[in-house]
């Protein structure tokens, strides 16, 4: 398995997505080595071995693709090399390769041909999507040439799914798609707070729509004062929204907390009443998922992949600010609304957890072992 | 054996999205537009062709009858949307075969409600029959065939000689379908049981495939008509049957043409109509403690009323009726009144799976029941905020008269 972020230090759904799926594969009785350009730490699972280049292992890269909140920065030629030590890389047992998104692909196809095994990739975004229509080509060119030399690839939604058959020229045929899903947990029970928090909880990227979740808090607050809009995360939108924020005048009753640990995470999902994930661009929406296992209504972009999954979602137009506003403010409104919401956004997500999507990825290697391909 | 048909016609007021941001800015609740566009769409399917076919089968059967319920604010779209499809209407009652059922004028839930909203929309409907067709109805059928023993005697202190009720084991406790039986809390109310199984064969399972009795004939189906025993066969059905649930495709429009026909062919079979049917002597008398409907597996509220959602809104809608009418403003009333039809309690329904579900989902046109609710409570919202505004106007207009006197 071929990433580079595993938690703990992880910023998005790509961190969350190989640590469950190499759990579940380990739980099944499968041996995973998971290679990374990064030193660790990481949280260990059993079945599972982590591997990095031994003598010049990267530091974690800055900016759009922040890991950890460091502030290390890639140097020249860091892809390079561990493409290279990859593409190197001593095979064993292993009977597939699986590479997860742009970073890793041109050593694991080199790696693949070598070895005359296999190659999975699985794709959580494309390169068009987080820089907004604006790629940068060596990104986009590594995706390509995973797409190319994977024998399957899977998407994370079928909206993703089409447009890596669209934009990047993908024979549908060979894409799968698998869901991310959410670790069964408890339905929180609510802590009280005498002004109902609305919650954006993710990464401050430009795919993420911060914008329009601070829009449409000052539209709702013209009327319910008393809400108060909590924004958790970092990333390098953080200035530009605080300033946005006060432009708004919505400065007081925005509360922007930065990164939040674990314990943190849990406290604000059991206080909020309503989660908003206003994305541009979501090919799944994992922080919406989880919300919505803990028993919050969610309001997300018409595009997200998880409103494949579920109805039980307001879904709005990503640009439509009056409407987030609408949506938010009638959960906020409506108990009996938020409730039912609630629980039946629980029900859909909680139905196929991690087991279901690493027996689901297993399903996809199968076709490639069985082929005749090894 | 005595056949009754019963078709019934009725568009609800659907709304138009009506954000929680739209509240007091005066937009309407209700897309008058879009209402009509599938309004129209469903004459071209259906109402056209069917009534139609009706027509001529009067035209050419003497002996032909049957009866319909026609809903206040179908006859309200109709004339805007469609007024061809009236005019066949009428010529259609003008034939004297055609017996009209009084109900709600606005398919509502007013059965729900305290007095008088029942009576008052009764009133209207017949009002509304009265100016349209000329025609005192002297058969009551309440929204989606709700049936109670309360609902028993209001028809009994309206004077009305008859109620639909859906033929179910809740109301019939092991007596057949096909005979008349009397309200046992008000015995001059006759009651007519819906045959479900047969009617539902048409109404539901005509078009379907994976029926062992497809293609259904209408020799076939009047053969099983003349095999079941009793004194009467009530055929109760939606009017979009023909042509709308059931595509024209599927043969239904020819399938009803032949009914008329086959039915005087066949011996022991005769036509007759609901009023003709309630004079018939009833067998038993039967009661109701609970509200029994056609509507879903279940037969009860739980279409309307079955889940949080519904019954939050229609508790928030029972109170918003008391300032609506303290309001005293004819079209805050109106309003309100169409707030209450039936149809938008049904797009909240929440089922998940299953037959019902998909029915539901059929029907709504709405993406989900949390949009149907959401939409719902803004527009009753609004409604409501202009009812107490009204109100306190008044309110501030009396004291200021009263001052002026002093």
């Known amino acids: 398995m071929i990433g580079w972020e595993w938690p703990p230090s992880h910023s998005g759904g790509l961190g969350v997505h190989v640590f469950e799926l190499c759990t579940e594969l380990a739980k099944m009785g499968h041996t995973v080595t998971f290679l990374s350009p990064f030193p660790g730490p990481y949280t260990p699972v059993e079945g599972v071995t982590f591997r990095c280049p031994a003598d010049e292992p990267i530091e974690p890269y800055p900016g759009a693709y922040a890991i950890g909140g460091s502030a290390g920065r890639w140097q020249e030629g860091d892809i390079e090399r561990f493409n290279a030590w990859v593409a190197g890389f001593p095979i064993g047992h292993h009977d597939v390769i699986h590479v997860h998104d742009w970073f890793g692909t041109v050593g694991a196809s080199a790696l693949a041909h070598r070895s005359g095994r296999p190659l999975v990739m699985t794709v959580h975004s494309t390169e068009y999507d987080r820089s907004l229509g604006h790629p940068w080509a060596e990104i986009l060119a590594r995706e390509r040439s995973g797409l190319q030399a994977a024998d399957r690839v899977i998407a994370v939604s079928e909206h993703l799914k089409r447009q890596l058959v669209e934009r990047y020229g993908v024979r549908p045929e060979k894409v799968r798609v698998i869901y991310n899903a959410v670790r069964p947990s408890e339905r929180l029970s609510i802590l009280s707070s005498r002004r109902k928090i609305v919650l954006y909880l993710g990464r401050l990227a430009a795919m993420k729509g911060v914008d329009t979740f601070l829009r449409a808090a000052a539209r709702v607050v013209s009327t319910a004062p008393d809400t108060l809009f909590v924004v958790a995360g970092e990333g390098p939108e953080f200035g530009r929204l605080l300033i946005l924020a006060a432009h708004l005048g919505v400065s007081d009753r925005v509360l922007f907390l930065g990164k939040v640990t674990e314990e943190e995470r849990v406290t604000l999902l059991a206080s909020a009443s309503v989660f908003v994930l206003p994305s541009v661009v979501e090919p799944f929406g994992i922080a919406a998922a989880e919300a919505m296992a803990a028993g919050i209504p969610a309001i997300v972009s018409k595009t997200s992949g998880i409103a494949e999954i579920t109805d039980s979602v307001f879904t709005v137009d990503f640009w439509d600010i009056d409407e987030f506003a609408s949506r938010i403010s009638e959960l906020l409104e409506y108990p009996a609304l938020r409730r039912a919401m609630g629980a039946a956004g629980r029900r859909s997500v909680m139905r196929e957890g991690w087991e279901e999507r690493a027996l689901q990825t297993v399903g996809v290697y199968f076709e490639l072992v069985k082929d005749g391909r090894r | ?406």
């Open chain 2, 1 to 406: 054996m005595k056949v009754v048909l019963y078709l019934h016609l009725h568009q609800p007021w659907r709304l138009a999205r009506f954000r929680y941001v739209d509240l007091g800015s005066g937009r309407p609740y209700i897309d008058e537009h879009r209402n009509l566009e599938i309004f129209r769409g469903i004459a071209t399917r259906c109402y056209r062709p069917a009534l139609g076919r009706l027509a001529d089968a009067l035209d050419a059967e003497p002996d032909f009858r049957f009866s319909l319920s026609v809903t206040g604010t179908w006859l309200e779209q109709a004339a805007m949307a469609a007024p061809d499809v009236l005019r066949t209407l009428h010529r259609i009652v003008r034939t004297g075969r055609v017996a009209l059922l009084s109900e709600t004028y606005y398919h509502s839930l007013a059965f729900l409600l305290p007095p008088p909203e029942l009576l008052d929309e009764v009133e209207l409907h017949r009002a509304a029959l009265q100016r349209e067709f000329g025609a005192r109805p002297k058969v009551l059928r309440m929204t989606e065939l709700a049936y109670s023993d309360e609902l028993a005697r209001f028809a009994e202190g309206e004077r009305f000689q008859g109620m639909l009720v859906e033929g179910w084991e809740g109301i019939l406790r092991g007596h057949p379908p096909t005979h008349v039986y009397c309200a046992a809390p008000a015995p001059t109310v006759m009651l007519l049981a819906r045959h479900y199984m047969l009617s539902d064969d048409v109404g539901f399972r005509f078009s379907s495939k994976q029926w062992n009795e497809y293609p259904l004939t209408a020799e076939k189906y009047v053969r099983w008509i003349a095999a079941t025993p009793g004194e009467l066969v009530n055929l109760f059905m939606d009017f979009e049957t023909f042509g709308e649930h059931h595509p024209a495709s599927s043969g239904i429009l020819e399938f009803l043409s032949a009914l008329p026909r086959t039915v005087r062919e066949t011996p022991g079979l005769s036509w007759a109509t609901v009023e003709e049917a309630v004079e018939l002597p009833p067998r038993e008398s039967l009661s109701a403690p609970t509200t029994v409907s056609w509507a879903d597996q279940n037969r009860d509220l739980g279409a309307w009323l079955g889940n949080d959602l519904q019954r939050s809104a229609f508790e928030a809608a029972k109170k918003v009726g008391v300032l609506a009418r303290t309001a005293g403003n004819p079209e805050i009333l109106e309003t309100w009144r169409k707030l209450l039809t039936s149809d938008h309690f049904y797009y909240m329904y929440v089922g998940g799976h299953g037959a019902d579900a998909g029915v539901h989902q059929y029907f709504s046109s709405y993406g989900s029941p949390y949009d149907a609710y959401a939409n719902y409570m803004n527009a009753l919202m609004d409604l409501r905020r202009r009812a107490v505004e009204r109100i306190s106007d008044e309110r501030s207009m009396g004291t200021a008269g009263r001052n002026r006197t002093r």
